[in-house]
């Protein structure tokens, strides 16, 4: 299974449940496939954060079927020779849990929205003192 950032949770396959590991190494095969393959990319859109970079790429696999590549890129270090090292993290969205992943993901957004809001605001709190 791959959490949101592409990694996989090892924790998960760690049962001698045959069907589990089957599981597994077909998710890694198609993850490993989906790397290898030539893919063509249709639309792309890149989000500064701070020392973070994503990635949205829309591509194309080799049956001209859609899947969205989201990438997490972090720089951690640099080298001797002044080269930067980056940590990535990939996951890969397939047409048939978009509309899945959307009604989740809209549903931890707004609940993380209605929590901000609940919560005052250092500005606020610096008045209030203040005063």
Do not use: C, W
Not at 71 to 92: A, C, D, L, Y
Request: proline share 2%; no cysteine.
């Amino acid at each position: 299974m791959l959490n949101f950032f592409g990694k996989l949770q090892e924790k998960t396959f760690r049962t001698s449940a045959p069907e589990v590991k089957e599981e597994r190494s077909e998710r890694v095969e198609r993850v490993e496939r989906t790397e290898r393959e030539d893919k063509e990319i249709v639309f792309s859109k890149s989000i500064k954060a701070g020392k973070r970079m994503y990635y949205l790429d829309v591509k194309k696999d080799r049956r001209n079927d859609l899947f969205l590549s989201i990438t997490e890129s972090k720089r951690k270090s640099v080298t001797e020779e002044g080269q930067f090292i980056f940590e990535k993290h990939k996951i890969f969205l397939y047409k048939e849990d978009f509309d899945k992943f959307e009604s989740a993901f809209k549903e931890a957004l707004d609940f993380m929205r209605a929590q901000i809001k609940e919560q005052p605001s250092e500005e606020k709190v610096t008045d209030e003192v203040s005063e």
